[in-house]
């Protein structure tokens, strides 16, 4: 009798590797850039708004540590996938996109509005800025869910999971 080979867990999958990496990168890239361009080149806010100036600073660079382990780690995933020769573009991409967009929805919904830890912008009318921001994030995010969707089911007809 032929016992059936065990079930490998999603996140070991090939698909689920590449989502995650993706998903680390996308973290990873989106939270660079909004620290990069908004807390440092524009000045708009820091991370914590909520007490010094120096808080603010200390906060920022914990904000740019997490940003750079998760860009290396998802980069150090890359790597492994295409050293194996498991890396699926697409479905990177898919993970790409959502890590993006989950982050910046976060971002803009949960740190910006409930727990009120800074704006995008200070002494302003925030409605454009707030709707930009949730739009182009919502957009990333559905877009990625819908890629990943796509590519699992791609996949799974393929028997390549």
Known sequence: MVTPAPQRSWLR???GRNVIAGV???LGTVAFVDEVVFHQLLHWHHFYDLATTEVGLVSDGLFHAFSWFATVAGLLMVAALRREHLFAGMTWTAGLLTGAGFFQLYDGVV???LMGLHQIRYDV???PYDLTWNVIAAALLVAGIVLWVVTARRD???GTR
Do not use: I, N
Request: hydrophobic share 40%; charged share 25%; glycine share 6%.
């Open 24 to 26: 680390l990168l996308g």
């Open 13 to 15: 999958s090939r698909h």
């Open 156 to 158: 799974a007809r393929a």
């Open 125 to 127: 009318d925030l409605l």
């Open 111 to 113: 740190q910006h509005k």
